[in-house]
């Protein structure tokens, strides 16, 4: 039977390819972000973006039957490959029910319907288990996620979701559920009186600057920042609307979380 499904993808963003690669499609693959890191043997795939441009003229020459990408910042890409005539997926997935869509959505575009849907599952069975060992624990902190420092921005919808699942307590969870960046700037004030008791860093793009956040003027009587609860994630898990979540983010987050046991003093 002739394989009607894309023959070349482009995955201008790196959840798409290591779904991809779980789904045993990874030869459809014909080019990835600069910032792949996950599967290990997808680094070696051609370069053909970052997150917010797009190298179009590579992309021509490779003749792609779709190209995938994520969230509005890449909307002025998708709209000139469009215009090169060029089929695109743009996916604007923000909470853990919507990447769990995305993964089946995905599973249909190659022709991976069941293996998609017993990966869903998967993750959605790893969740309750976590969600369970939670339901157990003596206490909660309450913590703030940090995206970006300067202007502060917090953790997008399905990261202040994981922290929940994990054993967290979210200071921003209206927050986290805008749909634009700008919807999720958060104001010094606004922190200090939510009075986090733990620090989430992960920074799009750079390394944190854990020194910089304890130096915050106003900052030092924050139970997080008295007692040095502040972690720095990693952005190519906990930034990227999919699989990483689920096979490496759910277990990291409920081991950090689960040192704290009780109210820090």
């Not at 157990?136 to 902190?141: E, T, V």
């Amino acid at each position: 039977m002739k394989d009607s499904y894309p023959k070349k993808i482009i995955c201008m963003t790196e959840e798409s390819v290591e779904l991809l690669y779980l789904l045993g499609e990874e030869h459809r693959i014909a080019g990835v972000s600069g910032f792949v890191r996950r599967p290990i043997e997808a680094r070696s795939l051609p370069k053909i973006s970052s997150f917010t441009h797009a190298n179009i003229k590579k992309i021509k020459q490779i003749k792609p039957d779709l190209v995938l990408g994520f969230s509005d910042i890449q909307k002025d890409i998708a709209q000139e490959l469009i215009g090169e005539g060029i089929n695109v997926f743009i996916s604007n997935q923000r909470s853990i029910e919507e990447i769990l869509n995305y993964m089946l959505i995905l599973g249909g575009v190659v022709g991976q319907q069941a293996r998609a849907q017993a990966y869903v599952e998967s993750c959605r069975s790893k969740i309750l288990q976590f969600q369970s060992l939670t339901d157990q624990k003596p206490y909660r902190p309450r913590v703030y996620i940090e995206e970006w420092d300067s202007p502060m921005i917090t953790g997008i919808h399905w990261f202040s979701e994981l922290v929940e699942i994990c054993g967290g307590r979210p200071i921003f969870v209206e927050k986290s559920r805008g749909v634009l960046a700008k919807d999720r700037f958060v104001s010094t004030d606004e922190i200090v009186e939510s009075n986090p008791e733990v620090i989430l860093a992960c920074w799009c793009g750079k390394k944190v600057d854990i020194n910089s956040i304890l130096c915050r003027e106003g900052w030092e009587n924050v139970p997080a920042i008295k007692h040095g609860l502040i972690y720095e994630l990693s952005p190519e898990i906990y930034l990227q609307p999919g699989p990483a979540l689920f096979e490496s983010g759910l277990e990291e987050l409920s081991g950090l979380l689960g040192q704290i046991s009780v109210k820090p003093s």
